[in-house]
């Protein structure tokens, strides 16, 4: 799925074929989980390949690299430059991109001294489909920010996000919705949600939860067409009371939710704010021009 005989990646300084592409059982980051990464899209548009904000993505990824003491040295520019080239190489356009930072053996609890990158490329389509989610409310909790750095994206961090979406797939939703350690409603496992009440946007403040990309993107469209939004806590029992909701991400980009514990949202989706912003937010990533305010809801 992710890699063929053909597929190129870049590790290290190289381009060089996948299959070739490994490292060592004895990695800090396999052990302890002690990697991150970023999840970033490219898009076809008019003028050719345009992978978006990609500079938001890497610098991001150089935060992360910063809080959790990782080594790193490259620059947005480079990083930027190498992933043109390798979509290139691999003959892409549309695809989904997987730089991670990850570090040599070292079976301590002591950081890094030294670190690997690894940048790959596939085909990939909406990551949770097209069609209105079913959540649950998680049993899971996202882990207490007094003991993690949550604005770094790190690997270990998802296996709270697997657990999540694991058991919601096995109670027969289609994903989870985490709660923060005070009980607040956090995001999901893998995007931050909007909630829509009164004609209000409604999302969570950052300090819980990861500080997504497209999060920022949707709080700009709300600015650009003077959309009421705020950035405060909220209940379960609060959200199930709102007229529409729905998750964002780069891998989901904006997609409208069902339901929550089989509560399912009054408003018809095609009317709400958030489908506005889910088709003003796919203008912006293909490079198109912007519904007019006049357009908006």
């Not at 052990?31 to 938001?56: L, N, P, W």
């Not at 959309?227 to 780069?250: H, M, N, Q, V």
Request: contains cysteine; hydrophobic residues 35%.
């Amino acid at each position: 799925m992710y890699y063929s005989d053909e597929t190129v990646v870049f590790r290290d300084g190289q381009f060089i074929p996948a299959r070739d592409a490994n490292t060592s059982l004895y990695d800090q980051s396999l052990h302890y989980g002690y990697a991150v990464f970023e999840g970033i899209r490219s898009y076809s548009t008019q003028t050719g390949t345009r992978i978006f904000k990609a500079e938001d993505h890497y610098e991001r990824l150089i935060h992360s690299c910063k809080l959790l003491h990782i080594p790193f040295n490259y620059e947005v520019t480079q990083l930027t430059d190498i992933t043109y080239d390798l979509l290139m190489r691999n003959g892409l356009d549309d695809a989904y991109i997987r730089p991670m930072v990850y570090c040599p053996p070292n079976m301590t609890l002591i950081k890094a001294q030294t670190s690997h990158l690894f940048i790959a490329v596939w085909k990939w389509g909406t990551y949770l489909g097209d069609n209105l989610l079913r959540l649950c409310t998680s049993s899971y909790r996202r882990p207490n920010p007094d003991a993690f750095k949550i604005e770094a994206k790190a690997s270990g961090h998802y296996v709270n996000s697997i657990l999540a979406t694991s058991e919601a797939k096995e109670k027969g939703f289609d994903e989870a919705l985490l709660l923060d350690v005070n009980g607040y409603v956090a995001e999901g496992p893998g995007a931050n949600l909007f909630f829509e009440k009164d004609g209000n946007i409604v999302t969570a403040p950052l300090g819980h939860i990861l500080p997504g990309i497209t999060r920022a993107t949707t709080i700009g469209l709300c600015q650009r067409y003077s959309i009421p939004l705020e950035e405060r806590y909220f209940t379960i029992d609060e959200l199930k009371s709102a007229d529409s909701a729905f998750f964002c991400g780069t891998a989901a980009e904006i997609i409208g939710i069902k339901s929550l514990d089989e509560t399912i949202f009054p408003a018809e989706w095609s009317g709400t704010k958030g489908a506005f912003l889910q088709k003003a937010y796919k203008k912006l990533v293909l490079a198109q021009a912007l519904p007019a305010q006049s357009e908006s809801y």
